[in-house]
């Protein structure tokens, strides 16, 4: 992929935004939708309206080889030599050294590389003994066009074989008309809480779940295990402070009685 602008130049990106517009073809690959794009511009379609979106990314790592200390040695002298030849080149053009220089600038350049491809590796601790190549990937790409050119866009892909790519077609809805990109699906369900299922019949051996009350921790125990009732205390009776206060009247009637005996027998 490349970002040039109209002149050839790098083109400058600027603060990201959403993409806009309407589908005009859906693509499993980027090749799929480079080809596209690049047959509306081969028809002088005013490809400045499209872009391509991509959905669903990943991060794919692919596994190249086994990592050793000799093939980190080769690939650190192969750096290393490229790095030699630039300061070789110099020293014999500017330097006056000639071939030599060129050489030497090369040998120099590979043993210092493998040196530090054997000590970077070394550094790993074995813990990552490949060699991988990472890239961003989507699972589908979308081509878009302005809503005012979308149907001419549609128009000018259907001449491509397999143009429109998958899902766009008359039978997929994708003709004239189709819903801007990021609108909601017209044959969606409004937000809200999941339509009620008939109840399908139970299969065969279902068996219910108990009621409450009629387990067996909710029945009764047998005769032998209940308990048997406790006797009724006995209420109606006087009170402990009835019974005290009737006491001291006993008592005081006997400490009565003892002083009239002893005042008559004194006074005979």
Same mark, same amino acid.
């Given at each position: ?45 005013? %490809?400045?309206?499209?872009?391509? %979106? ?51 600038? %090369? ?10 491809? %054997? ?107 209940? #308990? ?14 009835? #019974? ?12 009565? #009685? ?11």
């Amino acid at each position: 992929m490349s970002n040039l602008g109209p002149m050839g130049g790098p083109q400058r990106i600027s603060t990201p935004t959403p993409p806009s517009g309407e589908a005009i073809g859906r693509y499993a690959t980027y090749s799929e939708a480079q080809r596209a794009v690049d047959f509306l511009s081969d028809e002088h379609f005013p %490809v400045q309206n499209v872009t391509i %979106v991509g959905n669903g990314l990943q991060m794919v790592e692919r596994v190249t080889g086994r990592l050793t200390y000799g093939r980190a040695a080769g690939a650190g002298a192969a750096s290393g030599a490229w790095f030699g030849l630039l300061i070789g080149l110099m020293l014999s053009v500017f330097g006056g050294g000639g071939t030599g220089a060129l050489l030497t600038g %090369v040998l120099v350049g590979a043993g210092f590389g493998m040196l530090f491809g %054997v000590i970077s590796y070394a550094l790993t601790g074995g813990r990552r003994d490949f060699t991988s190549s990472s890239q961003i990937v989507a699972s589908e790409y979308t081509v878009l066009c302005l809503p005012q050119l979308a149907g001419q866009a549609r128009e000018v892909l259907s001449r491509l074989p397999n143009g429109l790519g998958r899902g766009t077609g008359p039978a997929a809805g994708g003709s004239q008309g189709s819903a801007p990109w990021g609108a909601p699906d017209p044959g969606a369900r409004p937000w809200g809480p999941p339509a009620q299922q008939p109840p399908s019949a139970p299969p065969s051996g279902y068996l219910p779940p108990p009621q409450p009350g009629t387990g067996p921790a909710d029945q009764p125990p047998p005769p032998s295990l209940q #308990k048997a009732p406790e006797p009724e205390m006995d209420l109606s009776g006087p009170t402990y402070a009835e #019974k005290m206060e009737e006491a001291r009247r006993a008592r005081r009637a006997a400490e009565q #009685k003892a002083r009239e005996e002893q005042e008559r027998s004194g006074g005979e």
